[in-house]
């Protein structure tokens, strides 16, 4: 317990790194970028409560939920899962106070005048930020820290029904707007395992990394179920004009990159990994085509071209990667097209099964091994995702395997079952890259060894 309030007090304190221009991202005519520590959090660490930590199990079965969620948004609309209204609270959703399927990479912001400061998740799928917010009329879930207090900042507003970021919601919520009798704007945020919250949409001052920056729409949560990690709220990264992005992009650029800290130094200062809005900081990416997908234009569609494992293309035709295919911050396990997944499922299990025994299939993941990920991530072979335009992850084993369990390890990969389905680039595999979304010139660029 104590490593973890020393843990959530030197992130606090901590300020931006230093910054390494690149010249060859750096096209805007825009300040420095801002920097923050960007953790994972482990259930060991941030989740502690007095229940036993999520299993494997679990959180693979979320991760699952969320990718379900993300093909929804593909095929149907899915609004309204539940309502706020002030004073009265709505029915509880099935698994109400469980986590969200929205990821577990974290960084700290601040709200208000003065600024109070809360640790909150980084979703590249979403498009709306909010906080649990004081007097949280209905219910707010534990969290680390306090609830923001509208009433101890100077600056904050709450926003009218006719206002346009109200008009806006739909489009990044997928949830329509309600008003209050007296006209104040109601957002609704709705999850993949159909968590949520609601309250009151607001703008305040918004302090990252040693920056303030006034005006910050987002939503002040009334009615809140199902945070992970016990976090303060969530921040979105996607393609929406409400989206943290967005909203700093006219004095920073419409770019941001990340790190996402490697396995083996999850929950730790000084793993390296950060988030940093505005220009990146690596000048040795490879890019590729940013896409988009008229269904939903708030994700980041990317084209996968190829899959090879030690230097030779896996022996399927090309129509295989010919599924929309996002990168995402806020899925574990990646996804891939049925007939992609079974022949990189066949080149691992051939070279690791030769000294290795297959384990029983573990819930969604079917390629598992007895033996622990020490002892097996010196018999996987390298791995690379080819993008469209040559940029490449050279994945290391660390990026390839998972320790489920004790004593089991697996693939972080799976199959769409269905050939309509999109295909993911999740979190594991991006591990130690540094990744940039560059808006403004539409594309995403790849280097390696970024926590550094």
Known sequence: MGFLFSLLFALLLSGTSSIRLNQEVDKFNHGPPLRQPLLHVSSSDFNHTSKAPMSSLDKISRDFSRVKFLNSRLSISNKNLSEFVPGKSVKFPPNSGEPLGVGIYYTKIGLGTPPTYHLVVVDTGSSFSWIQCEPCEIYCDPQIGSPFSPSASNTYQRLSCDTKECSSLE??????????????????????????????LSRDALTFGTES??????????????????????????????SMLYQLSAKYGKSFSYCLPSASSLGKLGSGGFLSIGTGSNSGYKFT??????????????KLAAIKVSGKPLGIAASSYNVPTIIDSGTTVSQLSAPAYSALREELVKIISSEYKMAEPYPMLDA????????????????????????????????????????????????????????????????????????????IGFAAGGCL
């Open 171 to 200: 489009a990044a919520t997928l949830n329509s707007p309600r008003c209050t009798s007296s006209k104040t704007c109601l957002y609704n945020a709705t999850y993949s395992d159909q968590s949520f919250s609601s309250g009151y």
């Open 213 to 242: 920056i006034s005006g910050f729409v987002f939503g002040c949560g009334q009615e809140n179920y199902g945070l992970f990690g016990k976090s303060a709220g969530l921040v979105g990264l996607a393609k929406n004009e409400l």
């Open 289 to 302: 085509p940013m896409l988009s997908d008229s269904r939903d234009p708030t994700l980041y569609f990317l």
């Open 368 to 443: 598992c091994f007895i033996g622990s990920f020490d002892e097996i991530s010196p018999l996987v072979p390298p791995v690379q995702m080819v993008f469209q335009g040559g940029a490449e992850l050279n994945l290391a084993a660390q990026n390839v395997m998972t320790e489920v369990e004790k004593g089991t390890t697996c693939l972080a990969f799976a199959g769409n079952s269905n050939p309509t389905d999109i295909s993911v680039i999740g979190n594991q595999l991006q591990q130690t890259f540094e990744v940039v979304y560059d808006l403004a010139n539409s594309r």
